[in-house]
Every structure is written in C-alpha cells, then in structure tokens.
C-alpha cells in the first residue's frame, strides 16, 4: 500500500505535471506556430535545440540547470519552481513537436480562404488552425504531462529529494528499492505503468477517429 510519503509525491507529481503541461502548452504553441512556419537557413539549428532534450542524458541537462537556477540572485534549485523549469525545458519536445507537425498538416490553404473572407492573422489562428489543429494538442497535451510524471534524473538533480516539497514518484519508487521495500514499490510502479498504457491509448484512439473522419 501507499504510504503517506508515497501520498504526497503523489500530489507532487501531479501538481507539478499540470504546471508544466499548462505553461508549455502557453509558451511552446507559439514556438510550434513559428517553426511551421517560418523559412530560413537557420531554422534546423532552432529545430535541434528544441529536440536536444530527447537525446541529451537528463543529468547533464539536470547538472546545468543546476548550476543556473542555484546561481547567486534567485536561487531556485531544490524548489517547485525549480522543478518546473527544469521540467518544462525537459519535456519541451513532447509539446512542441506534435504542435508544429500539426500545424504543418492544416497547411496554408484553410487560412488563405480565411484571410480572402476578411479574417485577420489572430482570428485565422484561433478559429481555422487551432481547431484543425486539435489532434495535435491532445497528443502534445498527454505526451507532455506523461513525461514529466515519469521524469527522474532532472528533477533529482535540480530539486533533490524533501517530502512533501520535491519529491516526486520515481524518486519514491527508487528509494523504496534502496530501502528493499518491494511491495511498495511494486504499487507506485504498477499504478505508473497502467497510467502511461492509458494515455498512449487515448493517443491512438483519438488519432484513429480523427483518421476515419477525415478519410
């Protein structure tokens, strides 16, 4: 069973996985718009910055972040806020990829008719690519929310390990497994495992039926 510990990495996990989701989804959706959009012979390397944490082993990243958030002026290492920058950087990819490629496939036609009928830059966003565009938010939303639930290596670097304030579940999980509390373990493991098969079903689910209806 869960033990209150386990109950408060709980809500920590959560919180801080509706944080991160909620500000990248405000700050990548323009990240994402620009970089379907625009054309120059420097766009890869903005490309490659926004993938880099896909490859990047989450310590490294962790290890300077770190070193720039418990720098001298505002200290945020070892905090949530620092836990959510660190996760936003982290999962960054997650949200702005599935964006962009969805703004790519709504292509220019649909705001072109838009802009003939009068509609300007802000409302051909909101009421023609966003909406065309909503397969797109949903994966962006899951992937971002589930991998910042499953994160470890960054949020241990920049945040530590305190009950309560920056202790997630897969730092839980691991010092289970370092105390050999199996059982314990096993639960938050199970319950992760089954909450990750979920989503990606949804995923797939959703962007079956937006298949058949578009076909």
Same mark, same amino acid.
């Given at each position: 069973?869960?033990?209150?510990?386990?109950?408060?990495?709980?809500?920590?996990?959560?919180k801080?996985?509706?944080?991160?989701? &909620? +500000?990248?989804? @405000?700050?990548?959706?323009?990240i994402?718009?620009?970089? &379907?959009?625009?054309?120059f012979?420097?766009?890869?390397? @903005?490309e490659a910055? %926004?993938a880099?944490?896909?490859?990047?082993?989450?310590?490294?990243?962790?290890?300077?972040?770190?070193?720039?958030?418990?720098?001298?002026?505002?200290?945020?290492?070892?905090?949530?806020p620092g836990?959510? *920058?660190?996760?936003?950087?982290?999962?960054?990819?997650?949200?702005?990829?599935?964006?962009?490629?969805?703004? $790519?496939?709504?292509?220019?036609?649909?705001l072109? %008719?838009?802009?003939?009928?009068?509609?300007?830059?802000?409302?051909?966003?909101?009421?023609? &690519?966003v909406p065309?565009?909503?397969?797109?938010?949903?994966?962006?939303?899951?992937l971002?929310?589930?991998?910042?639930?499953?994160?470890?290596?960054?949020v241990?670097? *920049?945040?530590?390990? *305190?009950?309560?304030?920056t202790?997630?579940l897969? *730092?839980a999980?691991?010092?289970?497994?370092?105390?050999?509390?199996? &059982?314990?373990?096993?639960? $938050?493991?199970?319950?992760? +495992?089954?909450?990750?098969?979920?989503?990606?079903?949804? $995923?797939?689910?959703?962007?079956?039926?937006v298949q058949?209806?578009?076909?």
């Amino acid at each position: 069973m869960l033990t209150p510990s386990d109950l408060d990495a709980l809500v920590v996990t959560l919180k801080l996985a509706l944080c991160t989701t &909620a +500000l990248l989804l @405000v700050t990548g959706t323009p990240i994402a718009w620009w970089l &379907a959009h625009a054309k120059f012979k420097g766009k890869f390397l @903005v490309e490659a910055v %926004v993938a880099l944490p896909l490859v990047l082993p989450p310590t490294v990243l962790g290890f300077y972040l770190l070193l720039t958030l418990g720098s001298q002026g505002a200290n945020l290492a070892f905090s949530f806020p620092g836990l959510v *920058i660190g996760s936003m950087i982290y999962s960054l990819p997650f949200v702005v990829q599935p964006l962009q490629n969805a703004f $790519i496939s709504v292509g220019r036609r649909p705001l072109e %008719v838009a802009a003939t009928l009068g509609a300007s830059p802000l409302d051909r966003f909101f009421t023609v &690519a966003v909406p065309l565009a909503r397969p797109g938010f949903l994966t962006a939303t899951v992937l971002g929310f589930a991998h910042t639930v499953g994160e470890f290596g960054v949020v241990l670097m *920049i945040g530590g390990n *305190i009950p309560g304030e920056t202790q997630v579940l897969s *730092i839980a999980i691991y010092d289970h497994v370092e105390s050999m509390e199996y &059982a314990q373990a096993h639960w $938050i493991s199970g319950g992760l +495992l089954f909450f990750s098969f979920v989503l990606l079903a949804l $995923i797939y689910a959703v962007n079956k039926r937006v298949q058949v209806v578009d076909s």
